[in-house]
């Protein structure tokens, strides 16, 4: 049974790194000791190894010892052989591209659907949907391949944004981005904000935290989505 968190972002405003997800990270791992962090998004072009460092002082919290897919001679037995896996923010492209480089995503798709407890945030969220598209990161890189996990039937759009009121800005707004990529796609897009996650439990998928989320489907008129169970179509 797939077991999984998909939150907007690792950090909100006025807390640490991963503190206003540790309740609930607490309980979601509670039978596990030992957890693998893969750092390929590496946010900034940090090193693995200090993006590393960062999953290990969060979870030391909760009393999991972290380790990078780095450390390990062969990714893909790493993988398999992982008590629970933690994907952070970055760059979705360059995550995306360092999946495929390594030839890992495959594997990673199997342990997640036969129910190793998984934690993504923001590029580790987007690469649960059908595809990476509605990322909202810069094409740093060309993946092989926009197809991601397919671990839910929709795509995510993290960190989204409602536009300001009064705003002065005139560009595009996320909404109308959205409705960009409807014109070529066929895929529903959830806006999910920021202090809000999904939990996905084997086929049943719930929209948790403080915010609402905001559903896009093609040709239909946007929705918000209230806490609790969803159903999407």
């Not at 640490?16 to 979601?28: C, I, M, R």
């Not at 993988?79 to 970055?90: K, L, P, S």
Request: glycine share 8%.
């Amino acid at each position: 049974m797939k077991k999984l968190i998909i939150a907007s972002t690792s950090t909100i405003h006025g807390s640490g790194y991963l503190e206003y997800l540790l309740p609930t990270l607490a309980v979601f791992f509670a039978d596990v000791k030992d957890l693998l962090f893969i750092p390929y998004a590496r946010p900034g072009g940090i090193s693995y190894i200090e993006y590393t460092k960062s999953a290990q002082k969060a979870f030391a919290k909760i009393q999991i010892d972290v380790k990078g897919i780095h450390e390990f001679k062969n990714a893909r037995e790493a993988i398999q052989n992982a008590e629970a896996i933690f994907i952070g923010g970055g760059n979705t492209f360059e995550l995306v591209n360092q999946l495929y480089k390594n030839d890992v995503i495959s594997i990673l798709q199997m342990v997640l659907e036969r129910g190793t407890p998984y934690l993504g945030t923001s590029a580790g969220s987007n690469i649960c949907g059908v595809t990476m598209k509605n990322t909202n990161d810069m094409p740093v890189v060309y993946p092989p391949s926009f197809t991601t996990l397919g671990m839910i039937p929709f795509n995510i759009n993290a960190h989204y944004l409602d536009p300001l009121k009064d705003s002065k800005h005139m560009g595009e707004t996320r909404e109308t981005r959205i409705k960009e990529f409807h014109v070529f796609n066929e895929t529903t897009v959830l806006g999910l904000r920021e202090g809000s996650w999904l939990e996905v439990l084997g086929d049943t998928i719930s929209l948790k935290g403080t915010e609402t989320a905001r559903l896009f489907q093609k040709n239909e008129i946007a929705k918000e989505l209230e806490l609790g169970v969803l159903t999407i179509k």
